[in-house]
Protein backbone atom coordinates (compact mmCIF):
# COMPACT_ATOMS: atom_id res chain seq x y z
CA UNK A 1 0.00 0.00 0.00
CA UNK A 2 1.09 3.37 -0.93
CA UNK A 3 1.87 6.19 1.56
CA UNK A 4 1.70 9.84 0.99
CA UNK A 5 3.91 12.19 2.63
CA UNK A 6 3.32 16.28 1.97
CA UNK A 7 6.29 18.12 3.14
CA UNK A 8 6.70 21.96 1.73
CA UNK A 9 9.96 23.26 1.02
CA UNK A 10 11.87 27.15 -0.07
CA UNK A 11 14.46 28.67 -1.80
CA UNK A 12 14.94 32.22 -2.09
CA UNK A 13 17.76 33.64 -5.08
CA UNK A 14 18.18 36.86 -6.80
CA UNK A 15 16.93 36.67 -10.74
CA UNK A 16 20.36 36.29 -12.82
CA UNK A 17 19.37 38.61 -15.60
CA UNK A 18 18.37 42.84 -14.75
CA UNK A 19 14.83 43.65 -14.73
CA UNK A 20 13.69 46.89 -15.79
CA UNK A 21 13.08 48.78 -13.05
CA UNK A 22 9.60 50.44 -12.14
CA UNK A 23 11.43 53.06 -9.99
CA UNK A 24 15.37 54.32 -9.21
CA UNK A 25 14.51 52.16 -6.00
CA UNK A 26 11.99 50.01 -6.16
CA UNK A 27 12.83 46.44 -6.11
CA UNK A 28 10.81 43.49 -7.83
CA UNK A 29 9.57 40.31 -5.59
CA UNK A 30 7.74 37.44 -7.06
CA UNK A 31 6.72 34.70 -5.24
CA UNK A 32 6.01 31.37 -6.80
CA UNK A 33 4.06 27.91 -5.50
CA UNK A 34 4.93 25.16 -6.89
CA UNK A 35 3.62 21.55 -6.61
CA UNK A 36 5.31 18.13 -7.14
CA UNK A 37 4.68 14.49 -6.98
CA UNK A 38 7.45 12.30 -6.74
CA UNK A 39 7.59 8.52 -6.03
CA UNK A 40 10.25 5.79 -5.17
CA UNK A 41 9.39 1.87 -3.66
CA UNK A 42 12.70 1.09 -2.05
CA UNK A 43 14.66 2.82 0.30
CA UNK A 44 17.52 3.10 -1.06
CA UNK A 45 15.96 4.32 -4.75
CA UNK A 46 15.96 7.98 -5.49
CA UNK A 47 12.62 9.76 -5.79
CA UNK A 48 11.43 9.99 -9.24
CA UNK A 49 9.64 13.42 -9.84
CA UNK A 50 6.32 12.67 -11.70
CA UNK A 51 4.75 15.94 -12.09
CA UNK A 52 5.69 19.57 -11.56
CA UNK A 53 3.18 22.42 -11.69
CA UNK A 54 3.25 25.99 -11.05
CA UNK A 55 -0.11 26.67 -9.15
CA UNK A 56 0.58 30.19 -8.15
CA UNK A 57 2.76 33.09 -8.84
CA UNK A 58 2.20 36.58 -7.47
CA UNK A 59 5.12 39.95 -7.51
CA UNK A 60 5.03 42.94 -5.56
CA UNK A 61 7.66 45.74 -5.13
CA UNK A 62 9.13 47.08 -2.19
CA UNK A 63 11.30 50.18 -1.81
CA UNK A 64 14.93 48.68 -1.80
CA UNK A 65 16.65 50.99 0.93
CA UNK A 66 13.49 50.83 3.01
CA UNK A 67 13.60 47.54 3.28
CA UNK A 68 17.18 46.44 4.32
CA UNK A 69 16.56 48.39 7.10
CA UNK A 70 15.67 46.50 9.79
CA UNK A 71 13.69 48.26 12.47
CA UNK A 72 11.46 49.12 8.60
CA UNK A 73 11.00 45.06 8.50
CA UNK A 74 7.77 44.61 10.40
CA UNK A 75 5.74 45.86 7.71
CA UNK A 76 7.23 44.26 5.07
CA UNK A 77 6.72 41.27 7.37
CA UNK A 78 3.31 41.43 7.33
CA UNK A 79 3.37 41.99 3.45
CA UNK A 80 4.91 39.26 3.10
CA UNK A 81 3.16 36.33 5.59
CA UNK A 82 -0.14 38.15 3.56
CA UNK A 83 0.70 36.95 0.34
CA UNK A 84 2.24 33.40 1.06
CA UNK A 85 -1.25 32.88 2.81
CA UNK A 86 -3.38 34.13 -0.09
CA UNK A 87 -1.27 31.48 -2.04
CA UNK A 88 -2.43 28.62 0.46
CA UNK A 89 1.45 28.31 1.94
CA UNK A 90 0.73 27.14 5.66
CA UNK A 91 1.51 30.02 8.38
CA UNK A 92 4.39 27.24 9.78
CA UNK A 93 6.22 27.82 6.48
CA UNK A 94 6.09 31.42 6.84
CA UNK A 95 9.01 32.04 9.63
CA UNK A 96 11.88 30.48 7.68
CA UNK A 97 10.97 31.91 4.39
CA UNK A 98 10.85 35.14 5.27
CA UNK A 99 14.18 34.55 7.06
CA UNK A 100 15.80 33.47 4.29
CA UNK A 101 14.43 36.38 2.39
CA UNK A 102 15.94 38.99 4.45
CA UNK A 103 19.45 37.07 4.34
CA UNK A 104 19.15 37.71 0.86
CA UNK A 105 18.00 41.17 0.86
CA UNK A 106 21.14 41.84 3.34
CA UNK A 107 23.44 40.52 0.90
CA UNK A 108 22.11 42.59 -1.97
CA UNK A 109 23.45 45.92 -3.20
CA UNK A 110 21.06 46.77 -6.35
CA UNK A 111 17.49 46.46 -6.43
CA UNK A 112 18.36 45.45 -10.30
CA UNK A 113 17.91 41.79 -9.48
CA UNK A 114 14.44 40.99 -8.59
CA UNK A 115 14.39 38.25 -5.49
CA UNK A 116 12.81 35.07 -6.49
CA UNK A 117 11.10 32.72 -3.68
CA UNK A 118 9.93 29.32 -4.87
CA UNK A 119 8.28 27.22 -2.75
CA UNK A 120 7.20 23.57 -3.24
CA UNK A 121 4.50 22.07 -1.95
CA UNK A 122 5.62 18.24 -2.19
CA UNK A 123 3.74 14.62 -2.23
CA UNK A 124 5.82 11.92 -1.94
CA UNK A 125 4.80 9.13 -2.94
CA UNK A 126 6.12 6.06 -0.67
CA UNK A 127 5.29 2.51 -1.91
CA UNK A 128 7.23 1.03 1.17
CA UNK A 129 5.48 1.82 5.12
CA UNK A 130 9.24 1.81 6.68
CA UNK A 131 9.95 4.46 5.01
CA UNK A 132 11.05 7.72 6.62
CA UNK A 133 9.42 10.77 4.56
CA UNK A 134 12.07 12.56 2.92
CA UNK A 135 12.64 15.26 0.09
CA UNK A 136 12.62 14.26 -2.96
CA UNK A 137 16.27 14.21 -4.60
CA UNK A 138 16.01 15.92 -8.14
CA UNK A 139 20.07 16.07 -8.59
CA UNK A 140 21.45 13.22 -8.44
CA UNK A 141 23.81 11.90 -5.60
CA UNK A 142 27.37 10.80 -5.54
CA UNK A 143 28.10 7.00 -4.85
CA UNK A 144 30.10 6.44 -0.87
CA UNK A 145 33.18 5.26 -2.76
CA UNK A 146 32.99 8.37 -4.60
CA UNK A 147 32.84 10.44 -1.98
CA UNK A 148 35.30 8.65 -0.30
CA UNK A 149 37.99 8.39 -3.30
CA UNK A 150 37.21 11.72 -4.59
CA UNK A 151 38.17 13.83 -1.61
CA UNK A 152 41.84 14.99 -1.17
CA UNK A 153 43.66 16.33 1.79
CA UNK A 154 44.41 19.87 1.24
CA UNK A 155 47.30 21.01 0.97
CA UNK A 156 48.34 25.17 2.45
CA UNK A 157 44.28 25.81 1.14
CA UNK A 158 43.49 28.84 3.40
CA UNK A 159 45.09 30.84 1.31
CA UNK A 160 43.58 30.18 -2.10
CA UNK A 161 40.30 29.53 -0.32
CA UNK A 162 39.46 31.00 2.54
CA UNK A 163 35.75 30.23 3.11
CA UNK A 164 33.68 26.98 2.59
CA UNK A 165 30.87 28.56 0.24
CA UNK A 166 28.67 26.16 1.20
CA UNK A 167 28.37 27.14 5.18
CA UNK A 168 30.50 30.75 4.38
CA UNK A 169 32.29 30.21 7.58
CA UNK A 170 36.28 30.43 7.54
CA UNK A 171 38.25 27.63 6.79
CA UNK A 172 40.12 26.66 10.08
CA UNK A 173 43.67 27.88 9.44
CA UNK A 174 46.43 25.38 10.25
CA UNK A 175 43.86 22.16 10.68
CA UNK A 176 43.88 20.30 7.76
CA UNK A 177 41.99 17.63 9.22
CA UNK A 178 38.73 19.60 8.39
CA UNK A 179 39.24 20.46 5.20
CA UNK A 180 38.97 18.55 2.14
CA UNK A 181 39.47 19.07 -1.58
CA UNK A 182 37.77 17.74 -4.64
CA UNK A 183 39.29 16.54 -7.77
CA UNK A 184 38.52 20.34 -9.63
CA UNK A 185 40.73 21.58 -6.35
CA UNK A 186 38.19 23.39 -4.39
CA UNK A 187 38.27 23.26 -0.89
CA UNK A 188 35.28 23.02 1.85
CA UNK A 189 34.95 21.82 4.79
CA UNK A 190 34.64 17.94 5.77
CA UNK A 191 31.21 17.81 7.46
CA UNK A 192 30.45 20.27 4.74
CA UNK A 193 30.94 19.05 1.57
CA UNK A 194 30.62 15.32 2.85
CA UNK A 195 26.35 16.25 3.47
CA UNK A 196 26.85 17.79 -0.32
CA UNK A 197 27.65 15.12 -1.75
CA UNK A 198 25.41 12.92 -0.12
CA UNK A 199 22.92 15.02 -2.34
CA UNK A 200 24.39 16.34 -5.40
CA UNK A 201 27.21 14.46 -7.24
CA UNK A 202 28.74 17.97 -8.52
CA UNK A 203 30.88 20.40 -6.99
CA UNK A 204 29.27 23.19 -5.76
CA UNK A 205 30.97 25.95 -7.38
CA UNK A 206 32.17 24.74 -10.56
CA UNK A 207 29.77 21.88 -11.04
CA UNK A 208 32.09 19.16 -12.35
CA UNK A 209 30.92 16.11 -12.02
CA UNK A 210 31.68 13.52 -9.04
CA UNK A 211 30.76 9.61 -9.94
CA UNK A 212 27.04 9.17 -9.56
CA UNK A 213 24.96 6.44 -8.75
CA UNK A 214 23.22 5.47 -12.03
CA UNK A 215 19.00 5.96 -12.39
CA UNK A 216 16.77 2.61 -11.57
Keep these: MSLETCVYRSRVFHLRSPFQLRGKDELLIILKLFRMKASRCQRTDPFTVESRTLAVATEFWVNFSSIKQSNNRSEYTQMIAGSLSSMGVPEAEHPTIIENIY ?3 DVAVSPELPVIVAVWDMTCI ?48 GDEQLINRLPC ?9 LRWLEISGVCPLCRSECSQQPYP
Design 103 to 105: LVL
Design 126 to 173: RCSPDLVPAVPNIVVPATSSSIEEGLEEAEAIVAETPSCVICTEDLPL
Design 185 to 193: KHHFHVHCI
